[in-house]
Nanobody, 124 residues
């Protein structure tokens, strides 16, 4: 079974920082794109940051200059460093990854997987 598990969420004051992590585990052959999404109460889920297998990144305009996405391919892990946090960053943050799975060396499929999310609350 393949799963993505996020961690690192919590309560932080405005202007503070948090670092989110997402680890992919299971019968993984390789990982292509990895993304962070977020969903605030009453709003649709939105893409926050994107990183390709080669390390090319893209960000939502609302987080550019404050958030940094990175990945450690050896650990099947993607990170989101969040600085200068604002109350409007409050949301559940989800990890998404395009995984190629395998069993006994045979490629099974390639599709997107989601984590269950981690809550980030920015409040004084």
């Amino acid at each position: 079974q393949v799963q993505l598990v996020e961690s690192g969420g919590g309560l932080v004051q405005p202007g503070g920082s948090l670092r989110l992590s997402c680890v992919a585990s299971g019968n993984i052959f390789s990982i292509n794109n990895m993304d962070w999404y977020r969903q605030a109460p009453g709003k649709e889920r939105e893409l926050v940051a994107h990183i390709t297998s080669g390390g090319i990144t893209n960000y939502a305009d609302s987080v550019k200059g404050r958030f940094t996405i990175s990945r450690d391919n050896a650990k099947n892990t993607v990170y989101l460093q969040m600085n200068s946090l604002k109350p409007e960053d409050t949301a559940v943050y989800y990890c998404n990854a395009e995984l190629i799975t395998q069993r006994m060396g045979i490629i099974l499929d390639s599709r997107d997987y989601w984590g269950k999310g981690t809550l980030v609350t920015v409040s004084s």
